[in-house]
Protein backbone atom coordinates (compact mmCIF):
# COMPACT_ATOMS: atom_id res chain seq x y z
CA UNK A 1 0.00 0.00 0.00
CA UNK A 2 1.01 3.36 0.22
CA UNK A 3 4.26 3.15 2.63
CA UNK A 4 5.29 -0.23 1.09
CA UNK A 5 6.75 -0.35 -2.76
CA UNK A 6 6.76 -4.11 -2.75
CA UNK A 7 4.49 -5.20 0.00
CA UNK A 8 4.94 -8.98 1.10
CA UNK A 9 2.45 -11.26 0.37
CA UNK A 10 1.80 -11.40 4.19
CA UNK A 11 1.70 -7.79 4.36
CA UNK A 12 -1.06 -7.77 1.45
CA UNK A 13 -2.98 -9.91 3.33
CA UNK A 14 -2.90 -8.02 6.61
CA UNK A 15 -3.64 -4.58 4.76
CA UNK A 16 -7.29 -6.48 3.32
CA UNK A 17 -7.54 -7.47 6.91
CA UNK A 18 -7.59 -4.34 8.32
CA UNK A 19 -9.68 -3.48 5.20
CA UNK A 20 -12.64 -6.09 5.86
CA UNK A 21 -12.36 -5.41 9.94
CA UNK A 22 -12.90 -1.21 8.88
CA UNK A 23 -15.48 -2.80 6.79
CA UNK A 24 -17.36 -4.26 9.84
CA UNK A 25 -16.99 -1.34 11.52
CA UNK A 26 -18.49 0.70 9.17
CA UNK A 27 -21.16 -1.64 8.98
CA UNK A 28 -21.73 -1.72 12.76
CA UNK A 29 -21.81 1.49 13.09
CA UNK A 30 -24.51 1.68 10.18
CA UNK A 31 -26.51 -0.76 11.88
CA UNK A 32 -26.12 0.78 15.89
CA UNK A 33 -26.62 4.68 15.08
CA UNK A 34 -30.71 4.44 14.81
CA UNK A 35 -31.29 3.02 17.82
CA UNK A 36 -28.27 5.53 19.62
CA UNK A 37 -29.75 8.53 18.17
CA UNK A 38 -32.95 7.40 19.70
CA UNK A 39 -32.07 6.27 22.68
CA UNK A 40 -29.90 9.49 23.23
CA UNK A 41 -33.06 12.01 22.55
CA UNK A 42 -35.37 10.16 24.53
CA UNK A 43 -33.24 10.28 27.61
CA UNK A 44 -33.00 13.79 27.75
CA UNK A 45 -36.60 14.42 25.86
CA UNK A 46 -38.60 11.96 26.97
CA UNK A 47 -41.68 13.20 24.45
CA UNK A 48 -39.74 13.31 21.62
CA UNK A 49 -41.64 11.92 18.61
CA UNK A 50 -41.06 9.18 15.85
CA UNK A 51 -40.79 11.97 13.20
CA UNK A 52 -38.38 14.19 15.35
CA UNK A 53 -35.91 10.98 15.74
CA UNK A 54 -36.13 9.71 12.52
CA UNK A 55 -35.03 13.21 10.84
CA UNK A 56 -32.22 13.78 13.26
CA UNK A 57 -30.95 9.83 12.66
CA UNK A 58 -31.07 11.17 9.23
CA UNK A 59 -28.85 13.74 9.59
CA UNK A 60 -26.85 12.40 11.79
CA UNK A 61 -26.26 9.34 8.99
CA UNK A 62 -25.50 11.81 6.36
CA UNK A 63 -22.98 13.31 8.08
CA UNK A 64 -21.08 10.80 10.15
CA UNK A 65 -21.40 7.63 7.65
CA UNK A 66 -19.86 9.07 4.66
CA UNK A 67 -16.73 10.36 7.00
CA UNK A 68 -16.40 7.55 8.79
CA UNK A 69 -16.14 4.81 5.40
CA UNK A 70 -13.77 7.58 3.40
CA UNK A 71 -11.41 7.66 7.13
CA UNK A 72 -11.75 3.81 7.19
CA UNK A 73 -10.89 3.10 3.37
CA UNK A 74 -7.53 5.21 3.53
CA UNK A 75 -4.32 3.42 3.86
CA UNK A 76 -3.53 3.01 7.69
CA UNK A 77 -0.71 5.81 7.48
CA UNK A 78 -3.30 8.41 5.99
CA UNK A 79 -6.45 7.94 9.08
CA UNK A 80 -5.02 10.99 10.54
CA UNK A 81 -8.09 10.69 12.84
CA UNK A 82 -10.18 8.13 14.88
CA UNK A 83 -12.85 6.86 13.28
CA UNK A 84 -14.42 7.02 16.99
CA UNK A 85 -13.87 10.65 16.77
CA UNK A 86 -15.99 10.64 13.71
CA UNK A 87 -18.48 9.08 15.32
CA UNK A 88 -18.16 11.31 18.27
CA UNK A 89 -19.88 13.95 15.86
CA UNK A 90 -23.06 12.98 16.03
CA UNK A 91 -23.28 14.17 19.94
CA UNK A 92 -23.62 17.35 18.07
CA UNK A 93 -26.22 17.06 16.13
CA UNK A 94 -28.57 14.98 18.74
CA UNK A 95 -27.61 18.03 20.97
CA UNK A 96 -28.82 20.46 18.25
CA UNK A 97 -31.66 19.11 18.16
CA UNK A 98 -32.27 18.84 22.01
CA UNK A 99 -31.35 22.54 22.34
CA UNK A 100 -34.12 23.32 19.53
CA UNK A 101 -36.65 21.48 21.66
CA UNK A 102 -35.92 22.88 24.80
CA UNK A 103 -34.39 20.10 26.68
CA UNK A 104 -32.02 21.38 29.26
CA UNK A 105 -28.67 20.33 29.15
CA UNK A 106 -27.52 17.70 31.39
CA UNK A 107 -25.52 17.93 34.81
CA UNK A 108 -22.00 16.82 33.98
CA UNK A 109 -18.22 16.75 36.30
CA UNK A 110 -15.61 18.75 35.45
CA UNK A 111 -13.64 15.86 33.78
CA UNK A 112 -16.60 15.58 30.86
CA UNK A 113 -16.65 19.45 31.29
CA UNK A 114 -12.97 19.15 30.31
CA UNK A 115 -13.36 16.38 28.20
CA UNK A 116 -16.08 17.08 25.62
CA UNK A 117 -16.92 21.33 26.37
CA UNK A 118 -19.49 21.53 24.03
CA UNK A 119 -21.56 18.49 24.83
CA UNK A 120 -24.02 20.04 27.18
CA UNK A 121 -26.20 17.48 26.94
CA UNK A 122 -23.87 14.79 27.53
CA UNK A 123 -24.23 12.44 24.85
CA UNK A 124 -20.13 11.72 23.35
CA UNK A 125 -19.72 8.04 23.03
CA UNK A 126 -16.60 6.77 25.04
CA UNK A 127 -16.41 3.86 23.06
CA UNK A 128 -18.06 2.27 20.28
CA UNK A 129 -19.80 -0.25 22.85
CA UNK A 130 -21.92 3.07 24.12
CA UNK A 131 -23.46 2.23 20.27
CA UNK A 132 -24.03 -1.17 20.76
CA UNK A 133 -22.16 -4.39 21.83
CA UNK A 134 -21.44 -5.06 18.03
CA UNK A 135 -19.79 -1.75 17.40
CA UNK A 136 -17.84 -2.10 20.44
CA UNK A 137 -16.29 -5.49 19.41
CA UNK A 138 -15.83 -4.30 16.10
CA UNK A 139 -13.92 -1.59 16.66
CA UNK A 140 -11.72 -3.21 19.38
CA UNK A 141 -11.16 -5.88 16.10
CA UNK A 142 -10.10 -2.68 13.86
CA UNK A 143 -7.90 -1.46 16.58
CA UNK A 144 -5.76 -4.10 17.17
CA UNK A 145 -5.80 -4.29 13.25
CA UNK A 146 -4.59 -1.25 12.86
CA UNK A 147 -2.03 -1.76 15.54
CA UNK A 148 -0.75 -4.59 14.13
CA UNK A 149 -0.68 -2.91 10.29
CA UNK A 150 1.18 0.01 11.69
CA UNK A 151 3.88 -1.70 13.90
CA UNK A 152 4.56 -4.02 10.97
CA UNK A 153 5.33 -0.74 8.71
CA UNK A 154 7.30 1.21 10.91
CA UNK A 155 8.99 -1.13 13.66
CA UNK A 156 12.67 -0.26 13.73
Do not use: Y
Not at 72 to 91: K, N
Request: net charge negative; aromatic share 4%.
Amino acid sequence: MASTPNPSPAAVEDDAALAERGARLADAVTAALPGWVGRSLRLRAPEVTGEVVAAVTAEVEADVLPRLRALLALDVDEQHQSPLAVVRRAAATVGGALDAMGAPPAERDDHQRNLFPDDDHDLVPATFADLSEEAGRAGIEWGAAKAFVHRRRHRG
